[in-house]
């Protein structure tokens, strides 16, 4: 039996690190992505869906994310969705009448849920049971109910899991859970939690913005119901794939080698004009190296959706070259080097304003 686990969609995120109209259509691609995940679900026969949280990322969601996942559900009845809320959802945001009957929801107690009867009908053999975190639930939900040593157990939970954390990896050992469903955490991570069960944050959907870049998608969970073992296969599909990218520009002698290199960095890495990603200038250079990151994102950004140049590199003092140079870009390098309350980052950075200042180019 196959199911999927899906978790961190954060529907009508702000996204407020990209600009405006773009964070606008991310929005609707978020949108989308949820819809080919419950498509997939549909052609590939899977008849459960299991939500850990976040589905939502603020407590008043638009009228139009709302209505499009209830409408989403509704259409597809042959599939159940359940919805564990996480600390963004809303908590009203259903009353009793306006449920899809194949949404099936949550609460701040524990629920225990049949997914799968016996093929003899005696009794469940897949089950699930979550609990949403609430303020006054943490101790609760790291004592799950007594389960069934004989059914494949999927416990549901939001929140960061670790040795110490909310969720305590080490009170969950030795319960009889096959398959920890988790949410919260917005990368994808499988991991062993005993000899019986394993865990699993299935990571977003898709990336909201560069601090999330790298594979995201869904999973896939395959269960055998013979064996009581199982199997995960991230399906990952984004609508537009951002990227990070680190480009050390350390042997750069200039703005036209930081280009070249910065180029072939982004055509090795970037497949799709449709896509976005941050580059990350690292390393040092002389202080004699120009850069002109503005014309170097500017660039990028005329040729794909998206694109940001972020320079984190340093630039390096070699005083020697100065240590006889009777000029006064000499006397001032010079003075710059004594000068004992200036950290090295300090003396460098002056120095290289002061180089500028002395060829009379802008300083900006």
């Given at each position: 039996?196959?199911?999927?686990?899906?978790?961190d969609?954060?529907?009508d995120?702000?996204?407020?690190?990209?600009?405006?109209?773009?964070?606008?259509?991310?929005?609707?691609?978020?949108?989308?992505?949820?819809?080919?995940?419950?498509?997939?679900?549909?052609?590939?026969?899977?008849?459960?869906?299991?939500?850990?949280?976040?589905?939502?990322?603020?407590?008043?969601?638009?009228?139009?994310?709302?209505?499009?996942?209830?409408?989403?559900?509704?259409?597809?009845?042959?599939?159940?969705?359940?919805?564990?809320?996480?600390?963004?959802?809303?908590?009203?945001?259903?009353?009793?009448?306006?449920?899809?009957?194949?949404?099936?929801?949550?609460?701040?107690d524990?629920?225990?849920?049949?997914?799968?009867?016996?093929?003899?009908?005696?009794?469940?053999?897949?089950?699930?049971?979550?609990?949403?975190?609430?303020?006054?639930?943490?101790?609760?939900?790291?004592h799950?109910?007594?389960?069934?040593?004989?059914?494949?157990?999927?416990?549901?939970?939001?929140?960061?899991?670790g040795?110490?954390?909310?969720?305590?990896?080490?009170?969950?050992?030795?319960?009889?859970?096959?398959?920890?469903?988790l949410?919260?955490?917005?990368?994808?991570?499988?991991?062993?939690l005993?000899?019986?069960?394993?865990?699993c944050?299935?990571?977003?959907?898709?990336?909201?913005?560069?601090?999330?870049?790298?594979?995201?998608?869904?999973?896939?969970?395959?269960?055998?119901?013979?064996?009581?073992?199982?199997?995960?296969?991230?399906?990952?599909?984004?609508?537009?794939?951002?990227?990070?990218?680190?480009?050390?520009?350390?042997?750069?002698?200039?703005?036209?080698d930081?280009?070249?290199?910065?180029?072939?960095?982004?055509?090795?890495?970037?497949?799709?004009?449709?896509?976005?990603?941050?580059?990350?200038?690292?390393?040092?250079?002389?202080?004699?190296?120009?850069?002109?990151?503005?014309?170097?994102?500017?660039?990028?950004?005329?040729?794909?959706?998206?694109?940001?140049?972020?320079?984190?590199?340093?630039?390096?003092?070699?005083?020697?070259?100065?240590?006889?140079?009777?000029?006064?870009?000499?006397?001032?390098?010079?003075?710059?080097?004594?000068?004992?309350?200036?950290?090295?980052?300090?003396?460098?950075?002056?120095?290289?304003?002061?180089?500028?200042?002395?060829?009379?180019?802008?300083?900006?």
């Amino acid at each position: 039996m196959k199911i999927i686990h899906c978790a961190d969609i954060h529907l009508d995120s702000p996204m407020a690190s990209l600009p405006k109209e773009i964070a606008a259509k991310r929005r609707e691609e978020l949108l989308l992505a949820f819809r080919h995940m419950v498509e997939y679900a549909h052609a590939n026969y899977i008849n459960t869906i299991l939500i850990s949280g976040d589905l939502f990322d603020r407590k008043k969601p638009s009228a139009t994310a709302v209505n499009t996942v209830t409408g989403l559900i509704a259409t597809y009845r042959d599939i159940n969705f359940y919805y564990l809320r996480g600390n963004h959802d809303c908590g009203e945001l259903y009353d009793d009448e306006s449920i899809p009957d194949n949404l099936i929801m949550f609460n701040e107690d524990w629920s225990r849920l049949c997914i799968a009867d016996k093929s003899d009908g005696a009794g469940c053999d897949i089950v699930v049971c979550g609990i949403e975190p609430a303020s006054t639930n943490k101790e609760l939900c790291n004592h799950v109910p007594a389960l069934d040593m004989n059914a494949f157990n999927i416990v549901m939970l939001h929140g960061e899991a670790g040795e110490n954390a909310d969720i305590s990896l080490r009170s969950l050992r030795g319960c009889g859970i096959d398959y920890l469903a988790l949410g919260h955490i917005h990368s994808h991570k499988y991991a062993e939690l005993d000899k019986r069960g394993a865990y699993c944050y299935p990571g977003c959907l898709e990336a909201r913005g560069f601090d999330e870049c790298g594979e995201h998608g869904f999973v896939v969970l395959d269960i055998d119901r013979i064996t009581r073992t199982h199997s995960i296969k991230l399906i990952s599909s984004p609508i537009r794939a951002i990227h990070k990218l680190e480009l050390d520009i350390s042997d750069c002698a200039d703005s036209t080698d930081i280009f070249e290199a910065a180029r072939r960095l982004v055509e090795d890495n970037v497949k799709s004009s449709d896509e976005m990603f941050l580059l990350e200038l690292v390393g040092s250079t002389d202080i004699g190296c120009d850069r002109n990151n503005h014309m170097l994102e500017q660039y990028f950004d005329n040729n794909y959706y998206l694109a940001r140049v972020h320079d984190s590199s340093e630039y390096r003092v070699d005083y020697d070259d100065y240590a006889l140079d009777e000029s006064l870009k000499g006397e001032f390098v010079r003075l710059v080097k004594a000068d004992l309350s200036l950290s090295e980052e300090d003396k460098a950075a002056i120095i290289r304003l002061g180089i500028k200042a002395l060829r009379g180019e802008e300083i900006g």
